[in-house]
């Protein structure tokens, strides 16, 4: 008696003597030999154990993307998405872990609130229940379960349990105040409320048999106020975090946490720290004209480098109207008279194949629209001559003609095949650069002075070419690097296709990441392409099966994966967390547990949950599935109805028995006023035929005719304007 004393006595000095202090737990895999279900790890629904400092799992991309799927709509619908959205809204209110204050005094210690009708009505809030999985997804454990945890447990040699046993006892919780050698300690308390630990020792039966289980030091104080710590309990909901999820969140992402790991497998990162090359480019006009009418092979070896992702072949008419020039000879001049040099205009229609490329590796330098080109003509014949040179003389004349054309103008580079981009350092150069199409062109020889008659024309036009200095962008994926903390972590809601198991559009996020290189630091882009949600929420149900103790449904499953393939060695971590992960929400609906012979009837059950979503206002909860009503779950609570059901009893068919007989009618107790009404609910199938709902007293009467199993839900209204719903079932036998 004397020891307690002088126990509680040290615990008070040390409660009035130390500043409010708080502590986290880490989460990681079950990956330590130690974390056996005998002592209390990896047992039914834990998705990890916790870890020590430097050995965290955290996630490194700075948004993650979330979705629900047809099952989590269908059930929830637009106000279970909502309670989503608001959950992911309060992460999304964490701002930058190296802007809050070093004792994160601007942090509550405690962000939970009761709504007293849901607390009544067994509601599970669909927000906080959410919130407490994405808190324990950023990595962040139960800090009251791991306040003290047993790390070994065996009996003395010759000794037997319990009386021979020896426990080892760690605390796995760290305090997020740095102390001042700027260290960080482990910690008993939680948000304020200092644990101890009592350990119970069962020596057999189901796992744990031992556990070191934690009890607050001061009874008064608040316990389990972190959100990490578990789900809230009935009609209970969170307005936010706790300091101590703020501190483990800081720790997870603040910048100064450098730890190896890798991008993901669906990263890229830009290496732009290269050897300067130089780089020319091209004429954009010759690229456009051969693309038109030349296929992916050939085009590709025209212009050699060029990356074609894909091709549409187009079948078109193609409507040409050329002018020709050539020479001929008057009908009555003399065999010795030059030839004369005429026109013609040559319409064509002609089925043609075009081709529509997408380049992989082509970069548009400058483009314009329309651009000055230029006719040479080339004359060589008597039309050159003046009018009055003798007629046998041929002349040379060569003109040019500069006009404004419509077309495709400019230039372009190519970007080479084993980079993903060019980094320009600087233009060295800039030239311009003529180039020529293809020329019409006549020509004749002279029968008797031996003369050749030349006619041609050639379109000519320029590009400018820029010459540049470059570093080559190398991109290599899921890149491995000493990483900085990402700093601030945001959830965003992306819309998603439950057939294909994708999203409608997939997604590029481009951010910069920050590394560690013989104690220097750089900045690297990296592209992170996403087709699929990082966690995808859903409904199923989740109801136990036969034969299972405490068999009712839990609230949610989820899944985590863990990337383990950089920790430190010797040692569990760190690592990062990968995505692709999923909650699933229980949607097997209201579910009652009756126990012993004395309660086997509805009055008699207990009320495991129902989903809702509801705050501190004075607004009526919210109940799911989508769309039940308020009223009737109150209702529940207050009016039983009996027989309670579902089955009621048997009967023949084809009239062998009159139904009346057997049941003369429904019976109210509890909080209705009567007279009561009766009514088959609206959208419930029918009683068996040749049966009858008396809407007065309730009672089914009538002789049944078809055999088979009927399910159906009865309405019960009071004179007060009160109802219930209550499901029942009848069989007809043969």
Not at 34 to 40: A, D, R
Request: proline content about 6%.
């Amino acid at each position: 008696m004397v020891r307690l004393l002088k126990q509680l006595i040290l615990v008070s000095v040390l409660m009035l003597g130390v500043e409010k202090a708080g502590a986290f737990a880490l989460l990681g895999p079950v990956n330590e030999a130690y974390q056996v279900p005998v002592i209390g790890y990896n047992l039914p629904g834990d998705i990890g154990a916790p870890k020590n400092l430097e050995e965290e799992y955290r996630w490194n991309r700075p948004v993650i993307y979330y979705s629900a799927n047809q099952t989590f709509l269908d059930y929830f619908g637009s106000n279970g998405l909502y309670a989503i959205d608001a959950a992911c809204s309060i992460m999304n209110g964490i701002t930058n872990a190296s802007q809050y204050s070093a004792n994160l005094s601007e942090v509550p210690m405690e962000a939970t609130r009761e709504n007293y009708l849901a607390q009544a009505l067994s509601l599970w809030d669909v927000k906080s229940a959410t919130l407490n999985l994405l808190v324990e997804q950023m990595g962040l454990a139960e800090p009251e379960r791991y306040a003290w945890g047993l790390h070994n447990r065996y009996t003395l040699p010759g000794g037997s349990c319990p009386a021979n046993q020896v426990y080892m006892v760690d605390i796995r919780n760290i305090d997020p105040v740095v102390t001042g050698t700027s260290q960080l300690q482990y910690s008993s308390y939680v948000n304020g409320t200092l644990y101890s630990y009592r350990i119970l020792e069962f020596c057999t039966g189901p796992n744990p048999l031992a556990d070191a289980i934690e009890f607050a030091v001061d009874p008064t104080a608040q316990t389990f106020t972190a959100v990490a710590s578990l789900l809230p309990s009935f009609g209970g909901f969170f307005t936010g975090l706790t300091r101590d999820d703020v501190g483990g969140l800081r720790y997870l992402l603040r910048t100064n946490n450098y730890n190896f790991e890798n991008n993901g497998n669906e990263t890229i990162t830009f290496i732009t720290n290269n050897t300067i090359q130089l780089l020319f480019t091209s004429n954009l006009t010759e690229l456009a004209s051969a693309s038109l009418t030349n296929n992916a092979a050939t085009l590709s070896a025209l212009f050699p480098g060029l990356q074609v992702a894909s091709t549409v072949t187009i079948f078109t008419n193609v409507v040409s109207t050329n002018t020709i020039f050539y020479f001929v000879n008057s009908p009555f001049a003399p065999s010795s008279a030059p030839a004369q040099l005429v026109s013609a205009t040559v319409v064509t229609t002609n089925i043609a194949t075009h081709y529509r490329h997408t380049f992989a590796n082509v970069i548009t330098n400058t483009f314009f629209t329309n651009a000055l080109v230029t006719v040479v003509t080339t004359n060589i014949s008597t039309t050159a001559c003046s009018p009055f040179a003798p007629a046998d003389l041929i002349c040379q004349s060569i003109t040019s003609t500069t006009f404004l054309t419509n077309g495709v103008f400019g230039d372009y580079f190519l970007i080479p095949s084993n980079n993903c981009g060019v980094s320009i350092v600087s233009t060295q150069l800039i030239l311009n650069v003529g180039f020529t199409n293809p020329s019409v062109f006549a020509a004749v020889t002279g029968a008797t002075n031996l003369g050749i008659e030349v006619f041609s024309q050639t379109l000519i036009g320029t590009f400018n070419q820029y010459v540049f200095q470059i570093k080559p962008v190398n991109c290599p994926a899921n890149t491995l690097g000493d990483r900085q903390g990402i700093d601030r972590v945001q959830f965003q809601r992306r819309d998603y296709d439950s057939l294909l198991g994708r999203f409608f559009f997939p997604v590029t996020n481009d951010y910069p990441i920050v590394i560690r290189t013989n104690n220097t630091l750089s900045t690297r882009l990296v592209r992170r392409v996403i087709t699929a949600p990082d966690i995808l929420m859903e409904a199923a149900d989740l109801a136990a099966g036969p034969g299972t103790v405490n068999g009712g449904p839990g609230g949610v499953a989820r899944s985590i994966s863990y990337d383990q393939g950089n920790v430190n060695p010797g040692l569990a971590g760190p690592g990062v967390m990968n995505p692709g992960q999923s909650f699933t929400y229980n949607k097997v609906g209201p579910t009652y547990e009756n126990q012993a012979m004395d309660f086997m009837d509805q009055a008699g059950a207990l009320l495991f949950f129902i989903w809702g979503s509801f705050d501190g206002t004075t607004n009526v909860p919210v109940v799911y599935p989508n769309g039940t009503d308020i009223d009737n779950i109150i209702n529940q609570a207050l009016i039983q109805i009996t027989p309670a059901g579902p089955a009621l009893p048997s009967i023949s068919a084809a009239g062998t028995v009159n139904y009346s007989t057997v049941f003369t009618g429904f019976t109210v107790s509890g909080g209705a006023t009567p007279p009561y009404n009766w009514s088959i609910a609206a959208g419930s199938p029918g009683l068996p035929p040749g049966l009858f709902l008396n809407t007065s007293t309730g009672a089914i009467t009538g002789d049944p005719t078809t055999q088979g199993i009927y399910d159906f839900t009865l309405h019960m209204t009071d004179s007060v304007g009160r109802f219930v719903e209550r499901d029942y079932s009848i069989t007809v036998l043969p």
